[in-house]
């Protein structure tokens, strides 16, 4: 079955996440999670992608990313891919796959999900029961977004900064998005959208980028729509 290429729009974001093989562990001490995140930031700066929010899991990788050309993020996740592999392997002499195959990529309905998002991404290691707040977990952007401390990886998102008119405003106002839960139905929208590569957004949100990338976001039911007039002259011929 051919793959079917990602939905991609310039200035608008992605959900990316990237596994290990068969689940394993992709990162095994600091220096691991160190290192991903230098070679992340040299080909944001290198390909053209802002970074939102981040976390690093032990087996896989949460980014909220904002490509500046069309291939900008496809380019920056194979250079990722090449470096940290190399480096894994080395590092604990193996050879062979790291990551389980191609990344997943989800494009973001910025005024409506890119929040929801940023925390669902946030949250994983307490959703995980790695730790019991936010603030313990080193290995995400949750610090900057909302403790503001330094991160030269990020840069944050205009619907981001738009929670208040001072830096402190905004500290304040992420915190608190923090004290309402994800509910079940939004996690579960999240990961699904995700995992099979679609468009999370509202309808309007989803018409309009059909019309920009001429090309359904969902495929047609098996066989096609049988009703349709452009099936049966298809058929006919």
């Given at each position: 079955m051919p793959r079917h290429g990602r939905f991609v729009v310039v200035g608008h974001p992605q959900h990316i996440v990237s596994r290990g093989n068969n689940r394993q562990a992709i990162f095994c001490c600091n220096k691991d999670y160190s290192f991903y995140l230098e070679k992340l930031k040299a080909?944001?700066?290198k390909y053209g992608v802002e970074l939102h929010s981040y976390v690093l899991m032990t087996n896989h990788v949460h980014l909220m990313m904002t490509p500046l050309n069309?291939?900008?993020?496809?380019?920056?996740?194979?250079?990722q891919g090449r470096y940290y592999v190399q480096y894994f392997n080395y590092t604990y002499k193996r050879t062979g796959t790291l990551f389980e195959g191609r990344y997943k990529a989800t494009l973001i309905d910025t005024e409506r999900y890119l929040l929801t998002c940023m925390r669902y991404i946030e949250l994983?290691?307490?959703?995980?029961?790695?730790?019991?707040?936010?603030?313990?977990?080193?290995?995400?952007s949750y610090h900057f977004n909302a403790a503001g401390d330094r991160n030269d990886l990020l840069t944050p998102h205009s619907e981001y900064l738009s929670l208040g008119l001072t830096k402190e405003e905004r500290l304040s106002a992420y915190r608190d998005l923090f004290r309402v839960?994800?509910?079940?139905?939004?996690?579960?929208?999240?990961r699904e959208s995700t995992n099979k590569g679609w468009v999370l957004g509202s309808e309007r949100f989803k018409d309009m980028i059909e019309e920009q990338l001429s090309r359904k976001l969902a495929p047609l039911d098996r066989g096609g729509d049988r009703r349709s007039?452009?099936?049966v002259e298809n058929r006919i011929k």
């Open positions: 080909g944001c700066e069309e291939d900008s993020i496809s380019k920056l996740m194979q250079m994983n290691p307490v959703r995980a029961n790695m730790v019991k707040g936010l603030s313990d977990y080193p290995w995400s839960h994800l509910c079940e139905r939004e996690v579960a929208e999240i007039k452009a099936f």
